[in-house]
Structures are given as structure tokens and as C-alpha cells.
Nanobody, 128 residues
Framework: QAQVVESGGGLAQPGGSLRLSCAASGFTLDYYAIGWFRQAPGKEREGVSCISRDGSSSNYADSVKGRFTISRDNAKNTVYLQMNSLKPEDTAVYYC?????????????????????WGRGTQVTVSS
């Protein structure tokens, strides 16, 4: 059964850092683009960052550019999201999702409908 599992969430202070991991199982990660999405209470799920199958391309939401970095290790079937300079507005449940790419990374990262394999999410809370 194809699945992804997120980990690494928790409580961080403003200005702090967290690294999220997305571990894939039941499928070969090499063929899939991976996206990180987040959903804050009362808000729609939004794309945070996406990475191409081989890691050569990535995309970021304007709100996280320069602070977050996405990376992947296909040998370990794992994708990471390094989050630095965290802000209270980064507080949300963060989801990892996988998809066989069918359009541009930027287009896919803006719409949840392109992703078919979803994790259950990990809570990130940024507060002093």
C-alpha cells in the first residue's frame, strides 16, 4: 500500500527551526514529485513547497521563500522540509503528498487536486 508519513513537527519559538521528514513506503519515490502543504485552523490547505522527481527543481510559496528549503533523498525514500526563521503565521498542520507529475511543478504545487497520496500531517506550532 502506497503511503507517506510525516514527522518532525512540534513547538518552536519565533525565529527557530524545525525539519520535517516525509517517509514514503509501498512505492518508488523516484517517479514521484513531492509537495508539502499546510493547513491552519479555519483556512484552506495551501501549497508550501514542491520538488521534482530528481530534486533538480523546486518551488516555494512566496510566504516561505528564503526561509524554507525542500530536499529529497531517493535512496532513503525520504523528502525533507527545513524550516528556518519560523514565524507564528507558519503554525499549521503540515502535510506531505506525492504525485506522478503531469504538469509544471509550479502549477501542481498550487493545487491539492494534483496529489493522490497524502499523509496524515504533523503539527507545527510557532509560539513564544
Amino acid at each position: 500500500q502506497a503511503q507517506v508519513v510525516e514527522s518532525g513537527g512540534g513547538l518552536a519559538q519565533p525565529g527557530g527551526s524545525l525539519r520535517l521528514s516525509c517517509a514514503a513506503s509501498g512505492f518508488t519515490l523516484d517517479y514521484y514529485a513531492i509537495g508539502w502543504f499546510r493547513q491552519a485552523p479555519g483556512k484552506e490547505r495551501e501549497g508550501v513547497s514542491c520538488i521534482s522527481r530528481d530534486g533538480s527543481s523546486s518551488n516555494y510559496a512566496d510566504s516561505v521563500k528564503g526561509r524554507f528549503t525542500i530536499s529529497r533523498d531517493n535512496a532513503k525514500n525520504t523528502v525533507y522540509l527545513q524550516m528556518n526563521s519560523l514565524k507564528p503565521e507558519d503554525t499549521a498542520v503540515y502535510y506531505c503528498a506525492a504525485t506522478i507529475p503531469i504538469t509544471s511543478l509550479q502549477a501542481m504545487c498550487s493545487r491539492t487536486k494534483y496529489f493522490g497520496i497524502w499523509g496524515r500531517g504533523t503539527q507545527v506550532t510557532v509560539s513564544s
